[in-house]
């Protein structure tokens, strides 16, 4: 379940009728602000409440553990924008934290050390103009520079934000992430890379709804020309030529035979030892290489079934297994879409990382007992996959039909949703349709047995929702296949469902 609070009021809360919104939909991605999008009817007792620009609005994870209620902060942002439809419902954006060094500027400046204490020039000039909510404390930095120094200046009054990127993320990489003190204060960290990995499996069958993959040469850069410091005498840039066999590039000769020749010149200011450079120019042709493949996929995220297992989060490892596409290989997880009311529908993207796993990553795999070969993909082996992956997925539907052993057929499956919709039309009286989930909610005395419809206009599918006699339980929205576990279960719950309905 999740929650939404304004300045720690609870907006929205499918438990409570006053405080209920529309369609609340929650975009996170790696290096990005995050986005909180939702509609505020007039009958939310804080429809007046939230006050752009200034009021913290925050979404959090609910579990129930035992007799406790225990709650993951996801979002931390404020609204920057309002309009009003026909009915006088109040359609709210929220962007994320990190948005809030825009709020303030950096004044002229030179620069001359390392890269920590310039992170926290950066968030401690922030902090001397904002408001406390706003405030940060610099924690972590694991980013630095082969050299331990680096030279930074700027002559205009730039944002916050905008320097941070120019001058930290768009030269050194990495990136920015925040969050909570015990004492509620918050914390900003800058990391070299991504150091979690999920335990949760995204798998045929299971859990993964729709998969596809896709590679992209645009940006795929194959020779790398990298510069360091230009000479001040005589106005050329340090080259790597003197410890690169005569040669001023690096290359990926697999890559090369893919994409062909396609070279890319990176200028390293506060690179003096051609070393150095050649470092960061391999470095440099990795992620050029890299970033070429990721995977969409729609995803149930087990979590909501059992709080035992372990949430999807953002910038977090996940494995993706699928025999049918023989694909079975961590991504990280750059971008998550949750629409808040349907905690059933989980919307991600998985960005393909190929170079090697820090020691933390490794450790951490090891307890989940899963093993991470430490060592960078071939190019012509990721070609190969991705080839025999699309192959298979020119008919998504005839895969899954296909199917044997382990997995329910699609036919067998549909025919058994169809007996199911026999059955409880038989067996109970169909009370109506409503429009959504508030209305749902706001049905006044609603009787054990009670059923009513959830009909999305666009698709024509609708979603049958059951009274227990204590709250709404979702009844009829099936995946087009399971696994005979599911099926199996789903029989038992129909039969019990029946049995103390009849």
């Known amino acids: 379940m999740y929650q939404i609070t304004c300045d720690d009021e609870i907006l929205y809360d499918v438990r409570l009728k006053n405080r209920i919104v529309l369609s609340p939909v929650l975009n996170l991605e790696v290096g990005k602000n995050g986005t909180l999008s939702l509609t505020l009817p007039p009958q939310n007792d804080l429809y007046d409440r939230i006050e752009q620009q200034k009021s913290i609005i925050k979404v959090f994870q609910v579990d129930k553990i035992g007799n406790r209620n225990v709650k993951t902060e996801l979002f931390r942002g404020t609204a920057y924008s309002e309009k009003f439809d026909f009915w006088n419902r109040k359609q709210v954006e929220c962007e994320g934290e990190l948005s809030f060094f825009n709020d303030s500027i950096i004044r002229p400046y030179s620069y001359e050390g390392d890269v920590g204490p310039l992170f926290q020039k950066y968030v401690n000039e922030h902090n001397s103009v904002v408001d406390v909510n706003k405030q940060f404390t610099p924690r972590r930095c694991t980013v630095i520079d082969p050299n331990g120094y680096i030279t930074r200046a700027n002559i205009n009054y730039p944002s916050t934000k905008s320097e941070m990127n120019e001058k930290?993320?768009?030269?050194?990489?990495g990136h920015f992430e925040t969050g909570a003190n015990e004492d509620g204060t918050r914390w900003i960290d800058y990391l070299a890379?991504?150091?979690?990995?999920?335990?949760?499996?995204?798998?045929?069958?299971?859990?993964?709804?729709?998969?596809?993959?896709?590679?992209?040469?645009?940006?795929?850069?194959?020779?790398?020309?990298?510069?360091?410091?230009?000479?001040?005498?005589?106005?050329?840039?340090?080259?790597?030529?003197?410890v690169n066999n005569g040669l001023d590039y690096v290359q990926d000769n697999s890559?090369?035979?893919?994409?062909?020749?396609?070279?890319?010149?990176?200028?390293?200011?506060?690179?003096?030892?051609?070393?150095?450079?050649?470092?960061?120019?391999?470095?440099?042709?990795?992620?050029?290489?890299?970033?070429?493949?990721?995977?969409?996929?729609?995803?149930?995220?087990?979590?909501?079934?059992?709080?035992?297992?372990?949430?999807f989060h953002i910038?977090?490892?996940?494995?993706?297994?699928?025999?049918?596409?023989?694909?079975?290989?961590?991504?990280?997880?750059?971008?998550?879409?949750?629409?808040?009311?349907?905690?059933?529908?989980?919307?991600?993207?998985?960005?393909?990382?190929?170079?090697?796993?820090?020691?933390?990553?490794?450790?951490?795999?090891?307890?989940?007992?899963?093993?991470?070969?430490?060592?960078?993909?071939?190019?012509?082996?990721?070609?190969?996959?991705?080839?025999?992956?699309?192959?298979?997925?020119?008919?998504?539907?005839?895969?899954?039909?296909?199917?044997?052993?382990?997995?329910?057929?699609?036919?067998?499956?549909?025919?058994?949703?169809?007996?199911?919709?026999?059955?409880?039309?038989?067996?109970?009286?169909?009370k109506g349709i409503v429009s959504n989930v508030t209305d749902l909610a706001n049905i006044q005395n609603p009787t054990k047995g009670d059923i009513y419809k959830i009909i999305d206009s666009t698709t024509n599918q609708y979603t049958r929702y059951i009274y227990t006699g204590t709250a709404w339980e979702e009844l009829l929205n099936l995946n087009n296949y399971v696994d005979k576990t599911t099926f199996q279960a789903l029989e038992q719950r129909v039969q019990a469902l029946e049995g103390g309905n009849n």
């Open 168 to 173: 930290l993320l768009n030269i050194l990489g």
């Open 193 to 242: 890379e991504y150091e979690n990995s999920s335990s949760q499996i995204i798998e045929f069958g299971k859990n993964e709804l729709d998969l596809s993959q896709f590679i992209s040469s645009e940006d795929v850069k194959t020779r790398i020309v990298p510069l360091g410091k230009k000479d001040e005498q005589t106005g050329e840039y340090l080259t790597i030529k003197s």
């Open 255 to 311: 890559a090369i035979s893919l994409f062909g020749v396609k070279e890319h010149q990176v200028v390293f200011n506060d690179v003096t030892l051609p070393e150095n450079l050649l470092t960061k120019g391999n470095q440099e042709l990795q992620n050029r290489i890299n970033k070429t493949i990721s995977i969409n996929v729609s995803a149930a995220d087990l979590h909501n079934l059992d709080v035992n297992i372990e949430a």
């Open 315 to 430: 910038g977090e490892y996940v494995r993706v297994l699928s025999k049918p596409h023989n694909l079975d290989r961590y991504f990280l997880l750059s971008k998550l879409s949750l629409a808040l009311d349907k905690p059933s529908e989980c919307k991600m993207t998985l960005g393909a990382v190929f170079k090697s796993f820090t020691q933390k990553q490794i450790e951490a795999e090891k307890k989940l007992n899963q093993t991470v070969e430490n060592n960078v993909v071939n190019v012509t082996e990721i070609k190969q996959n991705v080839q025999t992956l699309n192959n298979d997925m020119r008919d998504v539907k005839q895969v899954i039909q296909d199917v044997p052993g382990e997995y329910v057929k699609t036919t067998t499956f549909n025919n058994y949703k169809q007996q199911i919709n026999q059955k409880f039309d038989g067996v109970y009286t169909e």
